[in-house]
């Protein structure tokens, strides 16, 4: 992805610092998160922790530059990344995460689908025993594309998307139709 040109740090109480990084690339804008995979995510029901084994991921959420005010994303995406610390979750491709408000300015977007790694970034492999790190795309979801994915699963909702021909990357795109 190149060298960022920007980024911010945020650091909530009782887990490490996570970064979130800017690229610029052509007419996208790509946010990347760092620190995220410092430690592996865990079954917040298992008894012990596991500090090396376990999935490592970091977050990358791409958009069409200067439709919006999207460098306000960096806070959601650092309280995205921070949540396998803060709330025992794995993230993983299909899941739904939500931030509980716009993830900008006047985005039609509270929550991400968490798509497949393996596409922009490849994943990272480290050294033995410990996991790679995948770097998952973040697809924005509007609140009905959301409560649809919760009844017909990510995979129905991604189908959607492709038939309808909708531009992901658009900050400011409409729902697609769900009927």
Same mark, same amino acid.
């Given at each position: 992805m190149g060298e960022p040109d920007a980024r911010a740090a945020v650091t909530f109480l009782g887990t490490d610092?996570?970064?979130?990084?800017r690229f610029p690339d052509g007419d996208l804008v790509r946010y990347a998160t760092l620190g995220m995979s410092a430690a592996p995510m865990t079954d917040p029901t298992a008894a012990l922790a596991d500090p090396v084994k376990g999935p490592r991921a970091e977050l990358v959420l791409s958009v069409r530059a200067g439709l919006a005010d999207t460098d306000k994303v960096l806070r959601p995406l650092a309280v995205l990344a921070a949540s396998p610390q803060v709330e025992?979750?794995?993230?993983? &491709?299909? /899941?739904?995460? @939500?931030?509980?408000?716009?993830?900008?300015?006047?985005?039609p977007f509270s929550s991400v689908l968490v798509a497949e790694s393996g596409g922009l970034v490849e994943d990272l492999e480290l050294d033995d025993p410990m @996991?790679?790190? !995948?770097?998952? &795309?973040?697809?924005?979801? $509007?609140?009905?594309?959301? /409560?649809?994915?919760?009844?017909?699963?990510?995979?129905?909702?991604?189908? !959607?998307?492709?038939?309808?021909? $909708?531009?992901?990357? @658009? &900050?400011?795109? /409409?729902?697609?139709?769900? @009927?």
């Open positions: 610092r996570i970064e979130v990084l025992g979750l794995i993230v993983a &491709p299909g /899941a739904s995460l @939500d931030v509980g408000e716009p993830l900008w300015p006047g985005a @996991d790679p790190v !995948r770097f998952l &795309p973040l697809l924005p979801m $509007t609140q009905n594309e959301a /409560a649809w994915k919760r009844v017909k699963g990510a995979q129905e909702l991604q189908e !959607r998307w492709l038939s309808q021909g $909708t531009d992901l990357r @658009d &900050p400011l795109r /409409a729902g697609v139709p769900l @009927d």
